[in-house]
């Protein structure tokens, strides 16, 4: 089976331009999430959805970043503007349900410059 | 205080030794409790789930202890192979569901 799927595995962008990373969660899991990872603040959730609906964006840093889930199969999350500070391994996570492990995808290195 | 806290290390062993990491959390709410490992530039990956009882698998044992609110997880043998970085995650329903991980602990073998 395939696992998750994120895109692109590499952005290299300068700031002030609009980045937006791509996730596939795997086929009849309910729960999908977003995290960043530095090297500073560890792993840290920015979003999380059960069954296409945001459930508690509160770990998302501000307004320049959004996220949707427009449908079980696809989700996003976008950086408008880019700042050099969101440089950083953006990782989707998904579940069969919120409370269940959860699988990683190979996750997006974004570099802000 | 973090919610969920780790030695970041790192844990510097010979082949053959026994290492044991812990992770405290703070919300004594917290239901369910996991170890993940993370290669270097690779994602997480899940080692176990650590149950109330305590469990093992192979060279690995996941303990819990409820009242010090922390979870441990202890390498037998230890290969070369077992040279990651080592993750506690802590998730918790009361009210909103929340997921957290530790900054984790880095081993070298």
Redesign the interface.
Known sequence: DAGVIQSPRHEVTEMGQEVTLRCKPISGHNSLFWYRQTMMRGLELLIYFNNNVPIDDSGMPEDRFSAKMPNASFSTLKIQPSEPRDSAVYFCASSLWAEETQYFGPGTRLLVL | RKEVEQDPGPFNVPEGATVAFNCTYSNSAS??F?WYRQDCR?????LM?VYSSGNEDGRFTAQLNRASQYISLLIRDSKLSDSATY?C?V?T?SG?????????TRLKV
């Open positions: 239901q369910s996991f690779k994602e997480p990956k899940l789930s993750l995650a998730s329903t909103t569901y929340k997921y957290i991980f530790g900054t984790g």
